[in-house]
């Protein structure tokens, strides 16, 4: 069978009515006939012309889905510069959903405790209820605890996946979430040495509430530039 280098393998992306192949295992599958495979790009995230064998192991669904199509040629070997220290590599190859799935699964949480310790506070304010307010409290140090753990999760899918390139999106979200971070627990410390600082909205308190206000914004940033990153839009 034909052997694919990487950069040949790429011209086969489905453009300029090209066949789309896409790799895995090393070998090279012909996968035109695919409807979802019709426009070069799959779900909006797996380009054509690419060696797919990392994604598909985390995957919904096996590599007999790929069997199904014509192999085409195999894909030449190129060692990578960069090498994965054996502890990471053995826990990858165990656990694959590990090389793609430790970040998107933690990064929601964050984003709910944050968003909600905005929300409780507001209804808070607007009920008068202790109880929002309290809620609240709780919500941020969960989002402070949850944080430190999809920063933690996303530096290392940062690296395994990107190989640490400092795309846009990177550019955005390691610098903010930090200052969300340390945002969270400013204000967490002032409603333990202040437990009533929400209750009146005059000087502290009005810096307070903006301090809570911005978490929303921060989150809404953050996660879309990670959005962005995972399913990125095609320009026309």
């Known amino acids: 069978m034909k052997e694919y280098t990487p950069d040949e393998l790429s011209a086969y992306n489905g453009a300029n009515g ?38 598909l192991q985390a995957a919904p669904h096996e590599k007999d889905v790929l069997e199904r199509y014509p192999q085409v040629g195999v894909l030449k070997r190129v060692v990578e510069e960069r090498e994965i220290p054996r502890p990471i590599d053995w826990l990858i190859s165990r656990y ?15 984003i709910v405790f944050m968003m909600s310790t905005t929300v409780f506070n507001l209804l808070y304010l607007i ?8 809620t609240a409290f709780h919500c941020l140090g969960g989002g402070i605890l949850f944080t430190v753990v999809a920063i ?16 846009k999106p990177v550019k955005i979200k390691i610098p903010l979430s930090i200052i969300m971070l340390a945002v969270g627990v400013v204000i967490f410390i ?17 810096v307070y509430l903006l301090l809570v206000l911005s978490l929303a914004v921060f ?9 962005a990153m995972t399913f990125p839009v095609e320009k026309e």
């Open 18 to 55: 090209n066949p789309v192949y896409v790799a895995y295992d090393g070998k090279v599958f012909d996968v035109s006939a695919s409807k979802l495979w019709r426009s070069g790009v799959h779900m909006k995230r797996h380009h054509g012309g690419h060696e797919l064998t990392t994604d």
């Open 96 to 110: 694959p959903m590990l090389r793609r799935h430790p970040h998107p699964m933690t990064v929601h949480f964050p």
């Open 127 to 134: 009920t008068g209820v202790k109880a929002f307010e309290t």
């Open 152 to 167: 933690s999760t996303g530096l290392y899918t940062w690296w395994l996946n990107y190989m640490a390139q400092m795309l």
């Open 190 to 206: 002032w409603r333990v040495l202040v437990p009533d600082i929400m209750d009146s909205l005059r000087g502290p308190g009005i």
């Open 219 to 227: 989150v809404t940033i953050i996660g879309w530039n990670g959005a």
